[in-house]
T-cell receptor, first 113, second 115 residues
Framework: DQQVKQNSPSLSVQEGRISILNCDYT??????FLWYKKYPAEGPTFLIS?????DKNEDGRFTVFLNKSAKHLSLHIVPSQPGDSAVYFC????????????FGSGTKLNVKP | DTAVSQTPKYLVTQMGNDKSIKCEQN?????MYWYKQDSKKFLKIMFS???????INETVPNRFSPKSPDKAHLNLHINSLELGDSAVYFC??????????????FGSGTQLSVL
């Protein structure tokens, strides 16, 4: 029973445009969310996070939006660059729950030059 | 100067064999984890250790036994390997185990193929 879902396995975007990656979760107890980026043959690397007390967090070209009522979060990348081409995983947990993170299955982003 | 390193990167073995995967972190973190990426690409937690103490033990067959000799190392031993064990196994570490703003630092993964 997957508690975090990324329903788009892949996304293709033109360089310079916006990339929007989506993530849904089912457990209303989750209060901390992260996005990870993964290149082939490497481990996932942390990108950005958001806690449930916020609905938006921004870091440079990356912005994460959280809609608690819809149990939905999204990652916006503006402008997209070819180096952003990777698999993006969202993850969710409850703060103070031993870092038990639940991950989605990832969305493969391809940014075309 | 890798932060979380795991070996081997690739492991090909026969059904029924016993194998180990090693993980070391040089970040000074207190908590280490094993995650399994299954065929559907979900990353699922298997175990976590905090200062050598087992914290999380998910529903994992007892053929899988983690060992943490010190807080910088967490190894995974798998007995009697089965075809279904084929997956990518990721080691990870974090500063602590559950405050706000925690994040995981991952190794590059071990691709296990059981023939």
């Amino acid at each position: 029973d997957q508690q975090v879902k990324q329903n788009s396995p892949s996304l293709s975007v033109q360089e310079g445009r916006i990339s929007i990656l989506n993530c849904d979760y089912t457990n209303s107890m989750f209060d901390y969310f992260l996005w990870y980026k993964k290149y082939p043959a490497e481990g996932p690397t942390f990108l950005i996070s958001i806690s449930s007390i916020k609905d938006k967090n921004e870091d440079g070209r990356f912005t994460v939006f959280l809609n608690k009522s819809a149990k939905h979060l999204s990652l916006h990348i503006v402008p997209s660059q070819p180096g952003d081409s990777a698999v993006y995983f969202c993850a969710a947990s409850r703060i103070n729950n031993f870092n038990k993170f639940y991950f989605g299955s990832g969305t493969k982003l391809n940014v075309k030059p | 100067d890798t932060a979380v390193s795991q070996t081997p990167k690739y492991l090909v073995t026969q059904m029924g064999n016993d194998k180990s995967i090693k993980c070391e972190q040089n970040l000074g973190h207190d908590t280490m984890y094993w995650y399994k990426q299954d065929s559907k690409k979900f990353l699922k937690i298997m175990f976590s250790y905090n200062n050598k103490e087992l914290i999380i033990n998910e529903t994992v067959p007892n053929r899988f036994s983690p060992k943490s000799p010190d807080k910088a190392h967490l190894n995974l031993h798998i007995n009697s390997l089965e075809l279904g064990d084929s997956a990518v196994y990721f080691c990870a570490s974090s500063q602590a185990f559950g405050g706000a703003n925690e994040k995981l630092f991952f190794g590059s993964g071990t691709q296990l193929s059981v023939l």
